[in-house]
């Protein structure tokens, strides 16, 4: 019998709902604010990854990020650059950002993702 006490309970949620929260991270606005909303699934303890879902309005600003961040977009179009690649963003479209990075976001039309933040792994050395 398989051991399922590290598993998550299922965890549904509406995007439609009013439960989002103002973003509380640091970003560069260039122009115009996206004023970011945020709804994360559960209360992840430290360490493990966090997931939710993410939305805001047209804007272009720059976000130092400090994790791993895998985004999936489900609503909305624009593009964000990360060292001088371009990723055109559209719904069905996923991509995922390095610690360290600097991401220069341009919303073109309302965005709504789900994304995935883990911290940075380090891989023990081969004995």
Not at 10 to 34: A, K, N, V
Request: proline fraction near 10%; glycine fraction near 8%.
């Amino acid at each position: 019998m398989n051991d399922l006490s590290n598993i998550y309970p299922s965890i549904s949620w509406d995007p439609d709902s009013q439960m989002w929260e103002d973003g509380d991270f640091p970003l560069t606005l260039i122009d115009r604010d996206p004023e970011i909303q945020i709804h994360v699934l559960g209360d992840p303890p430290p360490g493990d990854p966090t997931v939710g879902f993410a939305r805001g309005k047209p804007s272009v600003f720059e976000v130092s990020l400090s994790t791993h961040e895998t985004v999936f977009i489900l609503e909305g179009t624009g593009r964000v650059e990360v060292d001088g690649r371009l990723v055109e963003l559209a719904p069905g479209v996923a991509t995922t950002f390095k610690p360290g990075c600097v991401a220069r976001w341009t919303i073109d039309t309302p965005i709504r993702e789900l994304f995935v933040m883990s911290a940075p792994v380090t891989l023990a050395e081969e004995v």
